[in-house]
């Protein structure tokens, strides 16, 4: 059994004898679960890495169009949080659905998937203002680095205070 949880136990007040008990009752679980939930966790861990990184892809693809059609800046910064937030608590309940993730593996998906998010949505940004630069439609450009990090930043706030809670 992991070590923090024995640590986590004790800074709750458990003595060794019930921190021992707790954690034989876990060993004998752990040992009782069916082979497909077995599943090593780093394949866990790359499949949420691949569906938070497939997902905000998509979602940036889907803003190709709106960029291109929507005038107002204010509407469009309301989707962009909007979808951030949504993208944000379904990235949460992955990671929260999955057992024994460490402090590792929360600063991968803290760092990676943000970084991921930032570059794709800042390079579909620019890619649909060159489209409406080549259909010479009069409308706004949007600025792709602060639509990259309102994005970013609202998709990890749901995150950030998820890790912070657990503290």
Do not use: C
């Amino acid at each position: 059994m992991p070590k923090n949880l024995e640590d986590k136990l004790r800074k709750r007040g458990w003595n060794k004898k019930e921190i021992g008990k707790a954690m034989t009752i876990m060993s004998k679980a752990k040992k009782k679960k069916s082979r497909f939930l077995n599943i090593p966790l780093s394949i866990i861990i790359l499949l949420i890495f691949a569906i938070a990184i497939g997902g905000n892809i998509a979602v940036s693809f889907f803003f190709v169009p709106l960029l291109i059609v929507l005038d107002s800046s204010a509407l469009f910064l309301l989707l962009i949080i909007f979808t951030a937030l949504t993208m944000g608590i379904t990235f949460v309940a992955l990671v929260e659905g999955t057992e024994n993730l460490e402090k590792k593996h929360h600063m991968f998906f803290a760092t990676i998937v943000p970084i991921t998010a930032l570059l794709n949505f800042y390079l579909v940004v620019v890619s649909a203002n060159k489209v409406v630069d080549q259909l010479a439609v009069p409308k706004i450009h949007q600025d792709p680095l602060v639509i990259s990090i309102i994005y970013t930043v609202t998709f990890l706030l749901p995150y950030l205070y998820t890790l912070k809670n657990e503290e």
